[in-house]
């Protein structure tokens, strides 16, 4: 094992401070990582301050992690030294059940393990995230970044990318095809940037006036708000296919009826208490409610040569370790355009304090 420095929320209650922990030395399927650059996602802030169940303390947070190989066992085959590569949300899996021999190891049957707050099947305890200067992961579960890529703007395609990622190619957003997506954050201007390269014609449904514009800037057709009952009786029964990533409690029976008969709204956003929905929204135009999440991992090598190809990165703000705290007060205002990335060199300063 070798020491490793990362940011850990001791409590609920207590900031993210330097916490200083081990690592197991790459074994022979394994490739350990240089963190150069963990995305700050809102999942993060959920477990860090146990606002989901089962948060397991300390907690170092991250899963949006790109970094350089610094040292591979004797059975790697896809990594040497000095490679860029990224990890998402996910470590291991059982890889036996029919999800995982599918490619769809986020929903292993099992449980898969998550890249913090999962169950370390090597050291025993549990795993930690990002926030972090190294990370050790068998290559099955290490991602390459296409070398055109901005390597601090691509950290968030691991998870944001990702996540909007799936579904649009779950539900065949393309050419001919109407999708809306429902707010804009750090789920949605990817949605919005990724239906675009697709070919969809993409409509932005938000809240706020000011990101009507913003949307359009991204990649957006046409921009609704939500707010205005006009607007949206006018975009009724009109989209094949909605992408909701809000992760507030809000009104899904307003997105439903702006489906046609037969097409699917698909909940990536996490509310943390129940969308109630009236059944008359679904059975009068057989419409489906359905959820997603994440991608497996062959999925998520396809998304990032996916935006290799069409240079899709996250919009970023680089913010020091010692400011997640400051971030994330910031992320619960929505006061970020559009994903907080952390820039690890930062930790070398937070260990001399």
């Not at 062959?298 to 069409?310: I, R, S, V």
Request: net charge negative.
């Amino acid at each position: 094992m070798f020491s490793c420095v990362g940011f850990a929320a001791e409590d609920p209650t207590k900031p993210l401070l330097p916490y200083t922990f081990a690592r197991r030395d790459p074994g022979p399927d394994d490739v350990a990582i240089e963190i150069l650059y963990c995305g700050v996602c809102h999942s993060d802030l959920h477990t860090a301050r146990s606002e989901w169940p089962g948060t397991l303390y300390p907690c170092v947070p991250g899963h949006e992690i790109v970094g350089r190989v610094f040292a591979v066992g004797s059975g790697v085959t896809r990594f040497k030294v000095g490679d860029l590569a990224a990890v998402g949300c996910l470590v291991d899996s059982c890889r036996s059940c029919p999800s995982c021999r599918q490619g769809l190891e986020q929903y292993c049957e099992t449980g898969f393990v998550g890249t913090y707050n999962g169950l370390d099947k090597v050291l025993g305890g549990h795993t930690f995230g990002g926030y972090s200067s190294h990370i050790v992961v068998t290559e099955t579960f290490v991602l390459r970044v296409p070398d055109n890529l901005d390597p601090a703007a691509a950290a968030p395609l691991l998870c944001a990318g990702i996540t909007t990622y799936s579904p649009l190619r779950r539900w065949k957003a393309g050419p001919g095809m109407k999708v809306g997506v429902v707010g804009l954050g750090g789920l949605g201007h990817m949605a919005v940037k990724l239906a675009h390269a697709m070919g969809a014609h993409v409509t932005l449904i938000t809240t706020s006036p000011s990101k009507i514009a913003d949307g359009a800037r991204l990649g957006a057709d046409h921009g609704v708000l939500s707010s205005d009952p006009a607007a949206m009786k006018a975009q009724a029964s009109s989209f094949d296919l909605i992408v909701d990533t809000v992760a507030a409690p809000h009104d899904i029976n307003l997105y439903l009826g702006l489906l046609k008969r037969d097409a699917t709204l698909v909940q990536v956003g996490a509310p943390d208490k129940p969308l109630p929905v009236n059944v008359f929204s679904l059975i009068m135009s057989r419409r489906n409610f359905a959820g997603s999440l994440i991608g497996g991992i062959a999925e998520t090598q396809e998304m990032l040569d996916f935006c290799g190809a069409h240079g899709i990165t996250a919009d970023i703000e680089l913010i020091a370790i010692q400011d997640i705290e400051q971030a994330y007060a910031r992320m619960l205002k929505s006061d970020v355009k559009y994903r907080f990335v952390i820039d690890m060199a930062s930790l070398t300063a937070a260990r001399a304090a």
